[in-house]
């Protein structure tokens, strides 16, 4: 039988999708269902006095919920329990949730909204990273710092005593929306036992479990959280679902009817979690021929008013800070701030963008400063198999950092092309400059150090007394191709076709707690799970089918009666163990922070226009190790995807915040990269077999989100010759660069 991992085999979820049978949230009919609607805070901090209800306006239609309805704890059960599910007195942030609405018309609800009216005692707000540093007041008394991580290696005072050049640099990185198609929505119900049912769109369903367990007071067995066919995250359905639950259960429990609430695109754009906004200062000492001697990097994200997922975002941001590097003296400092702007959360890359832009255009920096070209510089320095990272782990197996960048390179011409930019720039009747920039970057699949031993996740697969197989897993499709993925390494593990393999629907009443869709963890950990579970399915098969492998499905529905026996079917689970040779001090944050990390290198083509400074990607070349590619295919589709949203990130996605709030937060001018703004890409994936992952697979999904950014702004540098260190790139920067230096002239 050919394998099915290696293979672009169908979509399994596909013909739903294309045929509009696949449901999402706002297509479920729910009888007798309501429609919620959000009343929210209009100033950044301050106290919350009262709630004043129009008399005029007629409230017995409506289901009205505030703080004081919450049953059990008004907290969000998260890392820390900061967040209100309901604002009761302390107002932290703008477009904070402090009441709800449930009318049979959704815009009746809407219209309710406007006829209360909220009374604050205004504070003063703290709304910059620099403020908040400075303590100008203390959003979370006595310090308004949510996690300090320090990543320290060799000796920092001696390294920069032998270092003969040092190269300083300051780094920006803005916000950035999600914009995943499907806005966020939940609905809630209360079975005739008594349990509380969310079904929605959402990446982690054991994270809302968890959290409605904790708010309503119920035992974990009387909380049933369902994933509804769901339209895109990008980790912006990570943690905030949480949240929509809840309102949702509040508004079902008080009404005794479903509850359905959807969000619009404004107000889940002004509400929801963003990626954290972040500055980077590097000071790095080197020799005169580029080798590096020392990197002592200070980082600063900005993590909203509440605690959120900040601490594990700055703790992936810390340890890729270094970049892809090999440097024998480290020290970094990275926190995450609290200011009176919505919280922020996940967002593909999980803090790695922020970093590895500054670490790499920092390394365009040190080139330029020295004199060499940016490739000679990165092939000095790049990990090798038996290098040692920042946080001093030791690189034992598939490392391709050298393999992506030298591929990239003779696939890109990338040493013809500058030559070639180089000549036209000087060409004074040219209306645009050229340039070429290079990134490479690595990010660690999985959860950071001990973090999956934390989770201690559980997926396994189960046989039906009909012969239907089921993958038994939480973790979530969200377009990224998870039920095809699960299925290919099931078949493959059992020998037989994917055909024959289903993935059940991922249904905390269904499933085991196999973790959260995000950190690049669901290939590499869950479906290594998948592959043990069905290893020991396999034996049960062999021991009941003549040659040991089912050979046709009227064989293999005869061998699960005989596995099942007297049962409806037989599960087998598969708990993570971790491999012996990962050593994590999470105090210390030294040793191995990943058991094994992703590698991409990208050479990216702009033009600058001379006259208007418009910048023109005309071509992208990108390399990407990832161990196996599962599904060839979808692979490729991730990587493009994820390189649109970078350069999105590098060159438009422009968020503007005033007192606190997102005031461009519609589509109209929140600008998003379409198709006629993505360049022609040329895609290649390596392969170096990582051996704790299933059939030698590394994860994927974050990757690409990491090496645009630095790139486009060394290929502008190359056409411009003016360092532009803050995302989005826009043309006024450029023209400001330009200005700048016509003055000092």
């Known amino acids: 039988m050919t394998p099915a991992v290696g293979t672009n085999v169908l979509r399994k979820e596909g013909p739903e999708k294309l045929t509009g049978r696949a449901l999402y949230i706002d297509d479920h009919k729910l009888p007798g269902c309501l429609f919620g609607a959000t009343l929210r805070t209009t100033i950044p901090y301050g106290r919350l006095k009262r709630l004043v209800f129009d008399p005029a306006f007629p409230w017995k239609e409506c289901v009205v919920v505030t703080a004081k309805d919450i049953p059990g704890k ?18 932290r942030h703008p ?32 709304l910059t990273m620099e403020d908040s540093l400075a303590v100008k007041q203390a959003i979370f008394p006595p310090s308004n710092v949510f996690k300090d991580i320090l990543i320290q290696k060799g000796d920092l005072e001696s390294g920069f005593t032998q270092a003969e050049v040092v190269v300083e640099g300051e780094y920006r990185v803005p916000w950035q929306e999600q914009a995943y198609i499907e806005n966020n929505g939940m609905a809630a119900w209360v079975d005739k036992d008594g349990t509380i049912v969310v079904l929605g769109s959402m990446q982690c369903p054991y994270y809302v479990h968890k959290s409605l367990a904790y708010a309503f007071g119920k035992p974990a067995e009387k909380v049933r959280v369902i994933q509804a066919t769901t339209g895109g995250g990008f980790g912006g359905k990570e943690d905030y679902p949480s949240i929509l639950a809840a309102h949702a259960a509040l508004l079902a429990i008080k009404a005794k009817k479903p509850v359905k609430i959807i969000y619009d695109r404004p107000e889940d754009m002004a509400a929801t979690t963003k990626r954290h906004p972040a500055w980077i200062k590097h000071r790095t000492g080197v020799t005169r021929h580029g080798k590096l001697v020392v990197q002592d990097v200070e980082v600063v994200m900005d993590g909203g008013a509440y605690m959120t997922l900040s601490p594990v975002v700055l703790s992936r941001g810390a340890i890729h800070a270094a970049g892809p590097y090999e440097c024998p003296n480290v020290r970094i400092r990275a926190r995450a701030v609290a200011t009176n702007t919505p919280p922020n959360g996940a967002f593909r890359g999980f803090g790695a963008p922020q970093t590895l832009y500054a670490a790499e255009l920092h390394m365009a920096k040190i080139a330029h400063t020295l004199g060499v070209d940016p490739l000679t510089l990165r092939r000095i320095n790049v990990l090798k198999l038996g290098s040692s990272t920042a946080t001093s782990q030791v690189l034992r197996e598939s490392v391709g950092a050298e393999d992506v960048l030298e591929r990239c390179v003779v696939k890109s011409g990338y040493v013809k092309r500058r030559i070639e930019c180089a000549q036209h720039n000087r060409d004074p009747k040219s209306p645009a400059w050229k340039g070429v920039g290079l990134s490479l970057i690595y990010h660690g699949s999985g959860f950071t150090g001990a973090g999956e031993v934390m989770l201690a996740s559980q997926a396994g697969v189960a046989l039906d007394k009909d012969g239907r197989i089921r993958v038994l897993a939480a973790s979530t499709e969200i377009g990224q191709g998870t039920i095809t993925m699960f299925a290919q390494i099931a078949a493959d593990a059992l020998g037989l076709p994917v055909g024959w393999v289903d993935v059940e629907t991922p249904d905390t009443s269904k499933v085991p707690n196999s973790g959260p869709t995000v950190a690049s963890r669901t290939c590499m950990i869950v479906g290594e799970l998948v592959r043990r579970a069905c290893l020991d399915l396999k034996n049960d098969l062999a021991t009941v089918v003549k040659g040991g492998v ?6 293999l529905r005869r061998a699960a009666s005989a596995v099942c026996g007297k049962a409806p079917s037989k599960e087998y689970i598969a708990s993570y163990e971790k491999p012996r040779e990962i050593v994590w001090d999470d105090k210390a944050y030294r040793g191995d922070a990943y058991g094994a990390f992703g590698y991409a290198a990208i050479v990216v083509e702009v033009e600058v226009d001379k006259a208007t400074y418009e910048i023109k990607v005309d071509k992208v070349t990108s390399v990407f190790e990832i161990g196996k590619a599962v599904h060839p295919l979808l692979a490729e589709g991730q990587i493009i995807g994820g390189l649109a949203q970078g350069l999105g990130y590098s060159l438009m996605e422009d968020p ?11 589509l109209t001018n929140y600008i998003l990269p379409t198709s006629l703004d993505t360049p022609p890409m040329d895609i290649e994936i390596l392969e170096k077999p990582y051996s704790h992952g299933p059939f030698g697979a590394k994860g994927l999904g974050e990757l690409p989100m990491d090496v645009p950014g630095p790139a486009v702004a060394a290929a502008v540098f190359h056409a411009t010759g003016r360092w532009i260190p803050e995302l989005p790139i826009l043309p006024e920067k450029i023209l400001k660069a330009f200005s700048h230096d016509q003055a000092k002239g």
């Open 74 to 91: 008004n907290e969000v059960a998260l890392i820390e329990h900061d967040q209100p599910i309901l604002v009761d007195e302390i107002v």
């Open 95 to 126: 477009m904070e949730p402090i009441a709800l609405v449930a009318h049979k018309s959704r815009a009746r609800a809407y219209e309710a909204l406007k006829h209360i009216q909220a009374e604050y005692e205004p504070l003063d707000p703290v």
């Open 656 to 666: 503007v915040y005033r007192n606190g709030v997102m005031v461009n937060a519609q």
């Open 550 to 555: 089912p050979r046709s499905e009227k064989e």
